[in-house]
């Protein structure tokens, strides 16, 4: 079973860049695809992105697009989320997550059975 560890939130203002990085346990971690999903106070979690356990698959929400860039690197077992121009409503915890094998269902949020515990980012205006 794999176990996540993310990391990399913080405070920033709008307009700047910010990575999170999620460390993965486990020797099976290029078998897992890999996704990012984000909270606000009083809101549903909601997808952010996601990729193949390979690499060469991603997806992203349609509010991302362009903004941010999902990454892994297998032989560090780390997933990293590349956030350009942070805005406001960026603000919430993030999370990661963990499924076996790779479907389009890659942006639904009990598609994924191993999830770590948040890191929070926070962009003033």
């Known amino acids: 079973q794999v176990q996540l560890v993310e990391s990399g939130g913080g405070l920033v203002k709008a307009g700047d860049s910010l990575r999170l990085s999620c460390a993965a346990s486990?020797?099976?971690?290029?078998?897992?695809?890999m996704g990012w999903f984000r909270q606000a106070p009083g809101k549903e979690r909601e997808f952010v992105a996601a990729?193949?356990?390979?690499?060469?698959?991603?997806g992203y929400a349609d509010s991302m697009k362009g903004r941010f860039t999902i990454s892994r690197d297998n032989a560090k077992n780390t997933v990293y989320l590349q956030m350009n121009s942070l805005k406001p409503e960026d603000t919430a915890v993030y999370y990661c997550?963990?499924?076996?094998?790779?479907?389009?269902?890659?942006?639904?949020?009990?598609?994924?059975?191993?999830w770590g515990q948040g890191t929070q980012v926070t962009v003033s205006s």
């Open positions: 990729i193949s356990g390979g690499g060469g698959s991603t």
């Open positions: 997550a963990a499924r076996w094998g790779w479907t389009g269902n890659y942006y639904i949020t009990s598609e994924y059975n191993r």
């Open positions: 486990g020797r099976t971690f290029s078998s897992y695809s």
